[in-house]
Structures are given as C-alpha cells and as structure tokens.
C-alpha cells in the first residue's frame, strides 16, 4: 500500500519546491474562489447567462495571444525574475478587482478588462513556473512532482469554487476577492524565496545537441517573433513532444464534457445546478484519487504508452457517461434520478482520474525531453493547448448536443476521441516506444 500513495520525494529533497507547491496550492483555492465570484457578480450585474460566458473569451484571448510569447520570455530571461514580476502583476489586477467591489463600481466592462489582465499575466507567470520545476528536482522525480501538482490543482478546483459560493453568499464579492489577493501573497513568497534561474548557458549554435531544431541560433536578449518561431520550428521537428500535444487536442477537442454537465442536471438526471455540481466535484474528485494513489506512476518507464491507455480510458468513460443520459429519459427537474446520478458520476470520477494520469506524464514528457533554453517556449505553447482545447471541445460538444441530444453527443465524443488518438498513435510509432530511462524529443 505505501507504493501506491503519492511519492512524497520532492517535496522532502528540495526546499525550494516544497515552497513552491505549498504557495502555489495555496493561491489556488484563492484563483478558484474569484473565478466563481467574478462569475457570480457578472450574472448579479446583467442577469446575463451570454455576459457569463464572455468572461471565458475576455480570459481565453489574452492568454493564447501571449502564452507562445510568454514562453519565449522565460526562455531568455532569469525565471524567478520572470515569474516574479508576473505574479505582482497578479496580485495587483486581484487587488484591483477586490477595490471595484469594495468600491460598489458595478462596471462590467471594467471586471472583463480585468479578467483580461489577469489572464494575460498567467500567460507569462505559468510556462515560467512550470520550466522552474525541473531546475528544482532530478528528471526522475518530474512524474511524482507532476502528481502532486495536479493533486493541489484537483484540491483548489474542488473545494475554491465551493467557498466562493459561500463567502459570496454570506460576506460579499469583496470579502472573496480580498481572500484571494491575500492568499496569492503565499505564492509570491514562494516565488521570492527561489534562487536566480537564468537559462542555461547555450553555445552559439543553439542547444546542448548544437542546435535548437530550427538551425543555428544565438542567446537573443530582445525576444521577438523569430524566438517565438524557432520554438515551433523545434516543436515540428520533435515528434514525442509535438505528440503530448496532438493527443491531448484529440481528448479536449472530441470529448470535453463539461459543456453537457447543466442540461444532464436539468433534462436527465433531476436536481439542476446540485447534480451539476456533483457531477464536477466527481469529476475533480477523481483526479485527486489519481494523484493521491500516484506513487507507482514514478517507476512507469513506458510513459508513452501510459499516456495512451489513459486518454482511450478517458474515452471510453465520456462515452459511457453519454450512455447513461442516452438510458435515462428527459423527467422533470426536481425528480433526481439518484441511480443515473451515482452511475454518471463514476464515470466523470474514472474520466477525471484518466485525465490526471494523462496530465502527469505528459507534462514530464514536456519537461524531460525538451532541452532548457526551449522549455518556456514549449511550456507556452502548453498553455495554448491546454487553455485552447477544452473552450473548442465544448464548442463541438455544444453543437454536437444541438443536432444528436446531450447523451449521443458524449457517446460519439468519446468514440472519436479514441479512434483519432489510435490513428495519432499508429502515425506516431515511437511515442508509443518512448522511454523515460531515455527521453528522446
């Protein structure tokens, strides 16, 4: 049993990370917390469920326009400076929505700019923390590190969205949002505390290999798009790397769920926002299961392959939760339908724990096999994907749900997710092949 729970090894061997995760797991439930309060005091404001879900466009533009740049700053810059001074940028746009509400502004425009502030700092503040990991800990250790990153970020998700609701309800949007920013100050402690982290010294033909996968190249202190380019030229020349990223869409893009969750609790299976709200904590729940009994993840040497096995588990259990609203008729709302309830749950629970066994070696595949002056880079364009793909997933989900109804749209979701992530697989034989004891791009 004890080599199943989480392997504690980072955190016990370096300082640095183990402050690192505290104040980043910290600051999360507090990001959590306004994502659900901005949400909620946007309806308060226009009573507009279209005024809601254009907080998601104010969010997601900044953040896939400056997510490849932002990578290409950590790949030039110290990143403790880097992530440093992004993260004050956050806190001051926290601050600011916290001042709005204290204020009783009750300016929408004025919370979407600064959604859209806040997000465009994220794009620059997370590829730096995530290519600040693997100068803190052994490549060895990136898959049980990743485990307990994804097990704070399941945490946050699970319980932040949950005291959101009830600081707004009992104390305020300003009380939330003032949690927040004071919550983020651990994070920027975290970060204070690091070490510099200036790029590895390159030679002047590029990496460690002499070259960068785009040709000769030099240390550029002005970043401009050519840096961001020639980290795409690596990208397509890097078949396991670009292949995290290519199954990762198949999943996202095919077979996200979360667009179907509100009708499922309205149409399905009875109980309205409650049954939407346990379908997401099972969803969440079921990736901190994954993480929390993680510990044999660290000796998985066949990580390619992991990776598959998950996102075709994945799948299938989208697929089967379409199966259960395709059995269950449309009733009335407040009939909650408990059985259909407790199956579709299990299912959103095994297709959160796929995801976090998915998420956890492809971000050490990212991490291991990429060379350090090109980790930021790639790190942005993880950002890209993993921002991007869910927001296109429910747009096909969505319409998928429009033409077919809620259930055959999460059945023929996770097929296709599936069936592409195979035909990806077998275009891509060595990911298949790929050996964590010899990282190959």
Request: charged share 10%.
């Given at each position: 049993m004890p080599r199943l729970i989480a392997d504690l090894t980072p955190l016990r061997v370096s300082p640095e990370y183990r402050r690192l995760w505290w104040g980043l797991g910290v600051s999360n439930i507090g990001t959590q917390i306004t994502v659900v309060a901005v949400g909620l005091q946007v309806y308060a404001l226009t009573g507009s469920t279209l005024a809601v879900?254009?907080?998601?466009?104010?969010?997601?533009?900044?953040?896939?326009?400056?997510?490849?740049?932002?990578?290409?700053?950590?790949?030039?810059?110290?990143?403790?400076?880097?992530?440093?001074?992004?993260?004050?940028?956050?806190?001051?746009?926290?601050?600011?929505?916290?001042?709005?509400?204290?204020?009783?502004?009750?300016?929408?425009?004025?919370?979407?700019?600064?959604?859209?502030?806040?997000?465009?700092?994220?794009?620059?503040?997370?590829?730096?923390?995530?290519?600040?990991?693997?100068?803190?800990?052994?490549?060895?250790?990136?898959?049980?590190?990743?485990?307990?990153?994804?097990?704070?970020?399941?945490?946050?998700?699970?319980?932040?969205?949950?005291?959101?609701?009830?600081?707004?309800?009992?104390?305020?949007?300003?009380?939330?949002?003032?949690?927040?920013?004071?919550?983020?100050?651990?994070?920027?402690?975290?970060?204070?505390?690091?070490?510099?982290?200036?790029?590895?010294?390159?030679?002047?033909?590029g990496g460690a290999d002499g070259t960068d996968g785009a040709g000769p190249v030099a240390r550029r202190r002005v970043v401009g798009l050519s840096s961001v380019l020639d980290g795409l030229r690596y990208l397509a020349t890097r078949p396991n790397v670009r292949t995290t990223f290519?199954?990762?869409?198949?999943?996202?893009?095919?077979?996200?769920?979360?667009?179907?969750?509100?009708?499922?609790?309205?149409?399905?299976?009875?109980?309205?926002?409650?049954?939407?709200?346990?379908?997401?904590?099972?969803?969440?729940?079921?990736?901190?299961?994954?993480?929390?009994?993680?510990?044999?993840?660290?000796?998985?040497?066949?990580?390619?392959?992991?990776?598959?096995?998950?996102?075709?588990?994945?799948?299938?259990?989208?697929?089967?939760?379409?199966?259960?609203?395709?059995?269950?008729?449309?009733?009335?709302?407040?009939?909650?339908?408990?059985?259909?309830v407790v199956l579709a749950g299990l299912a959103l629970l095994a297709a959160g724990a796929s995801d976090a066994v998915s998420s956890v070696f492809r971000q050490s595949i990212l991490q291991t096999a990429t060379p350090d002056h090109l980790r930021g880079r790639l790190q942005g364009v993880f950002i890209v994907v993993v921002a991007g793909g869910p927001r296109l997933g429910e747009m096909v989900l969505g319409a998928e749900a429009t033409w077919f109804g809620e259930g055959w749209a999460a059945v023929a979701g996770g097929l296709a997710c599936v069936v592409v992530l195979w035909l990806v697989v077998r275009s891509q034989p060595r990911f298949w092949r790929y050996d964590a004891h010899h990282p190959e791009p």
């Open positions: 879900g254009t907080l998601g466009i104010a969010a997601l533009v900044p953040l896939v326009a400056l997510g490849l740049y932002g990578g290409a700053l950590v790949d030039h810059y110290d990143r403790r400076t880097v992530s440093l001074l992004a993260s004050t940028v956050l806190w001051l746009v926290t601050a600011g929505i916290a001042a709005q509400a204290w204020l009783d502004v009750g300016s929408v425009n004025l919370l979407y700019g600064l959604v859209a502030l806040q997000s465009a700092a994220f794009a620059i503040n997370n590829p730096a923390r995530m290519a600040i990991l693997p100068r803190l800990l052994e490549p060895q250790l990136m898959p049980a590190a990743n485990a307990l990153q994804t097990l704070s970020m399941n945490v946050a998700l699970t319980g932040g969205p949950l005291l959101g609701a009830i600081l707004v309800a009992r104390l305020g949007y300003e009380w939330a949002y003032t949690l927040d920013a004071l919550l983020f100050m651990v994070a920027l402690w975290a970060v204070w505390r690091l070490p510099h982290l200036p790029p590895e010294p390159v030679d002047g033909t290519l199954v990762d869409l198949a999943a996202m893009v095919l077979a996200f769920p979360r667009v179907l969750w509100p009708a499922a609790g309205a149409l399905y299976l009875g109980g309205g926002e409650t049954t939407t709200g346990v379908l997401a904590a099972g969803f969440a729940v079921g990736g901190i299961l994954a993480s929390v009994f993680s510990g044999g993840l660290v000796r998985v040497r066949w990580q390619g392959r992991i990776i598959v096995w998950a996102i075709t588990s994945w799948g299938l259990c989208v697929a089967a939760f379409g199966a259960v609203l395709v059995l269950v008729r449309p009733g009335a709302p407040a009939t909650v339908r408990w059985g259909a």
